[in-house]
C-alpha cells in the first residue's frame, strides 16, 4: 500500500526556517519525481518544487526559488525540502506528490498524496 508521510511543519517566525520531509513507503521510489504543493484555503494547490527520479534536475515555483531547496536521498526513500527566510505568504498547508513510474508514457503515470503539513509563518 502506497504511502506519503510529511512531517516537519510547523509555527515559525518570519525569516525563520522549517525543514519538510517526507517518507515514502508501497512503490519504487527511485522511479518517480517527486515533487512538494502548497494549497491555502480557497486557492488551488500550486506546485512550489519538483525533482526528477534520480536527483539530477530540480524546479521552484517563481516565489520560492533562492529561498526553498528540495533534495531526495533514494537510498532512504524520503524527500525533503528546506525552507529559509520564510516569509507570511508561505503559509499554507504542504503536500507532498509522487509522479510516475519514469519510464511509461506520461499521460499513463500514477499520482500519488500525502496527506499534508500545516506550515504557519507568524510573529
Known amino acids: 500500500q502506497v504511502q506519503l508521510v510529511e512531517s516537519g511543519g510547523g509555527l515559525v517566525q518570519p525569516r525563520g526556517s522549517l525543514r519538510l520531509s517526507c517518507a515514502a513507503s508501497?512503490?519504487?521510489?527511485?522511479?518517480?519525481?517527486m515533487s512538494w504543493y502548497r494549497q491555502t484555503p480557497g486557492k488551488e494547490r500550486e506546485l512550489v518544487a519538483r525533482?526528477?527520479?534520480?536527483?539530477?534536475?530540480?524546479n521552484y515555483a517563481d516565489s520560492v526559488k533562492g529561498r526553498f531547496t528540495i533534495s531526495r536521498d533514494n537510498a532512504k526513500n524520503t524527500v525533503y525540502m528546506q525552507m529559509n527566510s520564510l516569509k507570511p505568504e508561505d503559509t499554507a498547508v504542504y503536500y507532498c506528490?509522487?509522479?510516475?513510474?519514469?519510464?511509461?508514457?506520461?499521460?499513463?503515470?500514477?499520482?500519488?498524496w500525502g496527506q499534508g503539513t500545516q506550515v504557519t509563518v507568524s510573529s
Open positions: 508501497g512503490f519504487t521510489f527511485s522511479n518517480y519525481d
Open positions: 525533482i526528477t527520479s534520480a536527483g539530477s534536475s530540480t
Open positions: 506528490n509522487a509522479r510516475g513510474p519514469r519510464f511509461i508514457t506520461p499521460m499513463y503515470q500514477r499520482d500519488y
